[in-house]
């Protein structure tokens, strides 16, 4: 019962985002409010990428129920799990509490009005609501082994370190930031603020980490058992 619930699980939100992605796809062309797609087009928005990251594992997973064989053993199967713990599920997370956080403070720091023009309601909670409740159903549907926390978090500062070198080289080359709250910062600030966002990734980590341990504490010990 697990595995089709799994695999049915897998392939709905593969095919959710699939389609927020193609609805995405389908304004390219539509007028634009001022600046948002200038240099980069959505692949500067980490909204965006995160909509592509999920997708991406989502996918995987469900083409990793299909496998005939042992999946506990499987080169797939230890790819999914590295894609989840260390990517899908703090990414995920991050950018639906930062998102939220921000807004209800001013929505112009983060997701101007105007935007209200182009993206229906649904759309923006699409890419920035309804991920959250999709990954803790993934928490709750399989288990997942989690890599040593310190060789997550290593990929994870490359990742974000890399994340802000694009947004910087677009600044540097159009001078307009990702994020209108960007250019609020000094560089000192800026700083500051990336760093305080890997903190809050990190903390994210650990929370999947213990939350799936707590959900999967017996299969997780049989799991690490049979990968041996």
């Known amino acids: 019962m697990t595995s089709i619930l799994s695999r049915g699980y897998h392939f709905a939100a593969f095919s959710w985002y699939a389609f927020v992605v193609k609805s995405l796809a389908a304004k390219n062309g539509e007028k634009l409010p001022p600046g948002i797609f200038v240099y980069g087009g959505p692949w500067k928005y980490l909204t965006f990428l995160n909509l592509l990251l999920q997708m991406s594992f989502f996918g995987l997973a469900a083409l990793n129920d299909l496998q005939p064989w042992e999946k506990s053993k499987s080169a797939l199967n230890r790819c999914k799990d590295l894609l989840f713990s260390v990517f899908a599920f703090p990414v995920g997370m991050f950018v639906v509490l930062l998102f939220w956080t921000l807004f209800a403070y001013d929505r112009e720091l983060v997701y101007p009005a105007t935007i209200d023009t182009f993206f229906p309601p649904w759309i923006n909670h699409a890419m920035h609501t309804f991920v959250l409740p999709i990954l803790l159903g993934e928490v709750l549907v399989q288990p997942h082994i989690y890599p040593q926390t310190k060789h997550a978090l290593a990929a994870l500062g490359g990742v974000g ?68």
């Open 161 to 228: 370190l890399a994340y802000l070198f694009w947004i910087i080289w677009v600044y540097l080359s159009v001078g307009i930031w990702v994020y209108p709250l960007l250019g609020h910062f000094s560089t000192a600030g800026l700083m500051g603020f990336f760093f305080f966002n890997m903190s809050v990734v990190t903390l994210v980590f650990v929370i999947g980490d213990k939350l799936n341990s707590h959900v999967w504490s017996k299969d997780m010990n049989k799991m690490k058992t049979k990968a041996k």
